[in-house]
């Protein structure tokens, strides 16, 4: 079992701001404001839309959303966010929206710290159901993930590590993480 992020981790300054502006509104106003997210998300390269097998589908989703990252060979590896959600999806849409323009600009290290309690931290828990709010953590860890084998890639040891029960060390992201986390 992964050590997640400590709980008063920072967040990004754009996602801060984000959390800030959700957690100032009832309950109502942040379902709509999550929805209005959705609207934010960019259409992705011809490359990934012509080939939806060079993204990775998030499984927990109830509806059919992909994910891709690119992380910048030069430090401070930049990573860039592409996800294909559907707009008949909105709760998951804006969630998308809201990784997307949170994460922008974003190093590798700073999404690699992000606390694995977001959607809480967004105030969103008690707004959509328990098998959403597992499909956003699951988005959160897929992209987690695919940063954390980005770097790999290129042969830079991660930024940030959590231990494993087991003792071991790995991105506390990914499929197990998720499922732990579900």
Do not use: I, K
């Amino acid at each position: 079992m992964s050590t997640p992020p400590p709980a008063d981790v920072a967040l990004p300054s754009a996602l801060a701001e984000l959390a800030e502006d959700f957690l100032a509104l009832p309950a109502a106003q942040r379902l709509e404001m999550l929805v209005e997210m959705g609207a934010s998300v960019e259409d992705v390269p011809e490359r990934y839309t012509s080939d939806l097998s060079t993204m990775e589908r998030v499984v927990e989703c109830q509806s059919p959303v992909y994910v891709a990252v690119e992380v910048e060979d030069q430090s401070p590896h930049t990573v860039t966010l592409h996800v294909v959600a559907p707009q008949e999806a909105p709760t998951t849409r804006g969630f998308a929206g809201v990784l997307s323009e949170g994460l922008a600009g974003c190093t590798a290290e700073q999404v690699l710290a992000l606390p694995h309690d977001l959607p809480t931290r967004l105030g969103l828990h008690d707004l959509v159901s328990p098998l959403r709010t597992a499909g956003m953590a699951s988005m959160q860890g897929r992209v987690q993930r695919q940063v954390l084998e980005r770097l790999e890639a290129l042969g830079v040891a991660p930024a940030r590590e959590h231990r494993s029960s087991d003792g071991g060390t790995d991105a506390g992201t990914g499929a197990d993480a998720d499922a732990e986390r579900a």
